[in-house]
């Protein structure tokens, strides 16, 4: 995935494609949240850190693309709004289990601390370490769609 490949889906998983009728923008991951189907999946999680990782030399730089940083802070902050929070719509109307809560919180933690490590300079080794961590233990369970 080169740069433009990586801001192109990040758009999309962060629901500011140009084109709402697009088809990734319903199972991207905002898209899976609303309206939420029951399920979470993996794959949406797994490719959002593909991007940050192929767009982690735009966010070492002192002039950020201001589409990559709202795109991630977007993603952060409404599925944490949507589906962490105690008031948020899919834990207030019981739309989401415990174990999809957990993992949610779990995936934005990751990426968020991955995007401000290297906000910070801390560099791919240091942001990234929650993530091996994440995925070295999805293997030793099964992965996919958690509903």
Not at 14 to 29: I, L, N, S, T, Y
Not at 31 to 41: A, D, K
Not at 84 to 93: A, Q, T
Request: net charge negative; proline share 2%.
């Amino acid at each position: 995935m080169d740069k433009e490949q990586a801001i192109e889906k990040l758009r999309i998983h962060a629901f500011m494609h140009d084109d709402p009728e697009h088809v990734g923008m319903q199972r991207g991951f905002l898209g899976m949240l609303r309206p939420f189907q029951g399920i979470l999946i993996e794959e949406n999680f797994r490719e959002l850190m593909q991007i940050v990782d192929t767009l982690s030399e735009e966010l070492e730089k002192e002039a950020l693309d201001r589409t990559i940083v709202s795109g991630l802070w977007s993603i952060c902050q409404y599925a944490r709004a949507w589906a962490v929070e105690p008031d948020g719509m899919l834990r207030k109307s019981d739309l989401i289990s415990d174990e999809q809560l957990r993992l949610m919180a779990q995936w934005v933690d990751i990426l968020s601390y991955a995007v401000s490590t290297l906000l910070e300079g801390g560099g791919r080794e240091e942001a990234f370490w929650g993530y091996r961590e994440y995925v070295k233990e999805r293997e030793r369970t099964e992965g996919g769609e958690l509903s």
